[in-house]
Nanobody, 121 residues
């Protein structure tokens, strides 16, 4: 079974920076896209940033230019470097991955449990 575990959340002052990490663990799988989503209290979950195995990226307009997503395919990790943080960036940040299991060829579509980021004003 493939699992995702996030780390790096916490409290940060507005204007500050924070890096989130997510690692995919399991056996015999290949990950295609990895992404970060966030869900603020009372709001719907939204895509923050996405990166495919080839390196192409996609960002939400609200974070473009401030956040950078990257990944290390060798260790199945994805990172989200967040700069110039604003109070409206406060949310639970969740890691997501999709791919395929190498033996069964079944689809992988998994979520992490999330990590809370609070940005003070």
């Amino acid at each position: 079974q493939v699992q995702l575990v996030e780390s790096g959340g916490g409290l940060v002052q507005g204007g500050g920076s924070l890096r989130l990490s997510c690692v995919a663990s399991g056996s015999s799988f290949s990950i295609d896209a990895m992404g970060w989503y966030r869900q603020a209290p009372g709001k719907q979950r939204e895509l923050v940033a996405l990166i495919k195995s080839g390196g192409s990226t996609n960002y939400a307009d609200s974070v473009n230019g401030r956040f950078t997503i990257s990944r290390d395919n060798g260790v199945n990790m994805v990172y989200l470097q967040r700069n110039s943080l604003k109070p409206e960036d406060t949310a639970v940040y969740l890691c997501h991955a999709n791919g395929v299991r190498l033996v069964s060829r079944s689809i992988i579509d998994v979520w992490g449990k999330g990590t809370l980021v609070t940005v003070s004003s």
